[in-house]
């Protein structure tokens, strides 16, 4: 086999797909790179043994066709330091000695049979299929990858859920703490159905969707799902099991209301919580006709911190503590200038939401409150 290609458009390629690769793999063959080679399309393949990532790269002046696997690490740091230029591959098809041909010199190392890379299983024959904007499955695994759990216990949490219905989908996370709701009214589909994307897929969705700009299609089953771009393919095995039904813990009736810039809150809490014991990190919001006082205090070394803003509420006094942190992830992924928080009293889940939908979105974030020493 031989061919042409140029550095860059390789190595953004091989870039793309490499973050699915895992730093320790149960099948050697798994830290290399599959290629393809059929007419002058070379296809790359890289996989973890639970998600795999296909993309494909134009080449020119192609002899010869088939499978061959290149070690990521052999290939991917000289390819970093080359600039720009055609780089010629040549492969002996009896032991896969390849030479890579550039400008001022040539590399030369064994390659590794390509057969022995997994097959994909197909999708079984009652797959679903859904259609959406890349954008918008971006916006969705963006808005709620932070609030997936760690839970060895309880494997459906450390996902994201796909909620899907006739007129909308919804993606939900949670961590038994923090829950987000992102509510997509633009997405049909023809039956009800849902999955759960585990982490790792989803993190590498959030790095490759920023470069798509078109449609996307989601086919899955109950095992895997086959997520389809422009630019690439992802298959990934979904996390099986059912998740709990979020709507049940979304308080209803929330009598106080506060509205309150976003960014003014979001600077006062990040300065307060300095000041919080490192272990609970818990700042305390005292709310006030027109006014919140967020404060924060350690007793243990003697430094306390509070700040006023205004804001806009009429009700009774409350005083309600959260865990900074968390609140501070919640406002960072929200977009609108302002936000509402929904309370009840000091002991239930407090309601976050923009104060401003962005098109066809419904967002509502939920954070559960810590109990005040006072």
Request: hydrophobic share 45%; aromatic share 4%; no cysteine.
């Given at each position: 086999?031989?061919?042409?290609?140029?550095?860059?458009?390789?190595?953004?390629?091989?870039?793309?797909?490499?973050?699915?690769?895992?730093?320790?793999?149960?099948?050697?063959?798994?830290?290399?790179?599959?290629?393809?080679?059929?007419?002058?399309?070379?296809?790359?393949?890289?996989?973890?043994?639970?998600?795999?990532?296909?993309?494909?790269?134009?080449?020119?002046?192609?002899?010869?066709?088939?499978?061959?696997?290149?070690?990521?690490?052999?290939?991917?740091?000289?390819?970093?330091?080359?600039?720009?230029?055609?780089?010629?591959?040549?492969?002996?098809?009896?032991?896969?000695e390849i030479f890579i041909h550039f400008q001022n010199g040539k590399y030369n190392f064994i390659g590794q049979k390509g057969d022995t890379y997994p097959q994909?299983?197909?999708?079984?024959?009652?797959?679903?299929?859904?259609?959406?904007?890349?954008?918008?499955?971006?916006?969705?695994?963006?808005?709620?990858?932070?609030?997936?759990?760690d839970d060895e216990l309880r494997p459906v949490m450390n996902g994201i859920y796909f909620d899907i219905h006739t007129?909308?989908?919804?993606?939900?996370?949670?961590?038994?703490?923090?829950?987000?709701?992102?509510?997509?009214?633009?997405?049909?589909?023809?039956?009800?159905a849902s999955f759960i994307l585990p982490k790792k897929p989803a993190n590498l969705l959030k790095g490759l969707l920023s470069k798509e700009g078109e449609m996307v299609s989601i086919k899955f089953d109950d095992n895997n799902a086959y997520i389809n771009c422009a630019n690439f393919e992802m298959v990934c095995r979904l996390i099986e099991g059912r998740y709990p039904n979020y709507n049940s813990v979304i308080p209803q009736e929330n009598p106080f209301k506060v509205t309150i810039d976003r960014i003014s809150f979001l600077n006062a809490l990040k300065r307060v919580s300095v000041f919080s014991n490192p272990a609970s990190s818990l700042v305390k919001l005292q709310l006030k006709e027109n006014e919140m006082l967020v404060s924060a205090q350690d007793i243990d070394f003697s430094t306390s911190a509070e700040e006023k803003i205004v804001c806009s509420f009429d009700g009774t006094e409350l005083s309600i503590g959260f865990k900074a942190t968390y609140l501070i992830e919640i406002l960072s992924n929200i977009n609108s200038e302002e936000v509402i928080l929904e309370l009840a009293d000091p002991s239930r889940a407090g309601l976050i939401v923009p104060s401003e939908n962005e098109e066809n979105e419904d967002l509502l974030m939920l954070l559960m409150p810590m109990m005040l020493n006072d």
């Open positions: 086999m031989r061919f042409d290609v140029s550095s860059t458009a390789l190595l953004s390629r091989l870039q793309s797909i490499s973050k699915v690769i895992a730093s320790k793999n149960s099948l050697p063959i798994l830290d290399s790179f599959l290629f393809n080679l059929e007419g002058n399309k070379l296809t790359i393949t890289a996989s973890d043994a639970e998600t795999r990532l296909v993309t494909s790269v134009d080449v020119m002046n192609a002899q010869g066709s088939g499978l061959f696997a290149v070690s990521a690490k052999i290939l991917l740091d000289p390819l970093k330091e080359l600039p720009e230029q055609p780089l010629t591959f040549d492969i002996n098809d009896d032991n896969l994909q299983k197909p999708l079984n024959e009652n797959a679903i299929s859904i259609m959406m904007d890349a954008q918008m499955l971006l916006n969705g695994i963006s808005r709620s990858l932070f609030a997936t759990a007129d909308d989908l919804t993606f939900v996370a949670s961590d038994g703490h923090k829950l987000v709701r992102l509510r997509n009214l633009s997405v049909k589909s023809p039956e009800r």
